[in-house]
C-alpha cells in the first residue's frame, strides 16, 4: 500500500481541490500536508470536497447520476409516517455527510438497517412493528460503531 500525503496525491492526479471539506478543517494543516495516507482515501475525500480541475482523477473516480445528485444536496428527506408514533407525518432530514456509516448498514441489513439507522440518529426507538432482529442487529452495530451523526435534530 501506497502512502502519500494530500499534497502529493493532489499533485499526482493534477486535480485541483477548491473546497476541501473532506479534510479535517480543525487540522488541515496536519490532514493535508502531513498525514500520510492511501489513494482510496484520498478519493474518498475528494468525494466529499469541491473540485475545479478533476485532472487525471476522471477514469479513476466512480461518477455515477446519483453521485453527482448527492454531489448537489445537503440533505435527504426519509419518510418517517407512523415510524417513531402512530398518526404522525413526520420527516428526518438526513444530511449527506452521514451518508459514510448509514449505507453499509443499509447495505447489510436493508430496510432493518435504514430503520436502524434512524431510530439511531434519533435516539428513540420505533414502534414495535419495526423492530425484529435484523433491527436489533444493526443497531447494535450502530452502537458499537458510535459514528459522527451531522443530522441535526429539532
Not at 52 to 78: E, Q, T, V, W, Y
Not at 106 to 114: E, I, Q
Amino acid at each position: 500500500m501506497i502512502l502519500k500525503t494530500s499534497e502529493e496525491w493532489q499533485k499526482e492526479f493534477e486535480c485541483l481541490i477548491y473546497d476541501p471539506d473532506g479534510w479535517d478543517r480543525h487540522n488541515y494543516q496536519y490532514s493535508w500536508y502531513e498525514e500520510k495516507i492511501d489513494e482510496k482515501e484520498f478519493k474518498k475525500r475528494v468525494m466529499h470536497s469541491t473540485i475545479l480541475k478533476i485532472g487525471k482523477l476522471a477514469p479513476r473516480l466512480p461518477i455515477d447520476p446519483m453521485s453527482i445528485i448527492l454531489d448537489s444536496a445537503h440533505f435527504i428527506c426519509l419518510n418517517c409516517n407512523d415510524f417513531f408514533a402512530y398518526s404522525t407525518a413526520d420527516a428526518l432530514e438526513l444530511d449527506c455527510i452521514d451518508l459514510d456509516w448509514v449505507v453499509p448498514i443499509v447495505k447489510k441489513y436493508d430496510t432493518a438497517g435504514l430503520y436502524a439507522c434512524m431510530a439511531y440518529i434519533r435516539k428513540c426507538k420505533p414502534l414495535k412493528d419495526y423492530i425484529d432482529d435484523d433491527f436489533n442487529s444493526a443497531y447494535k452495530e450502530l452502537e458499537e460503531l458510535n459514528p459522527k451523526i451531522w443530522t441535526e435534530i429539532e
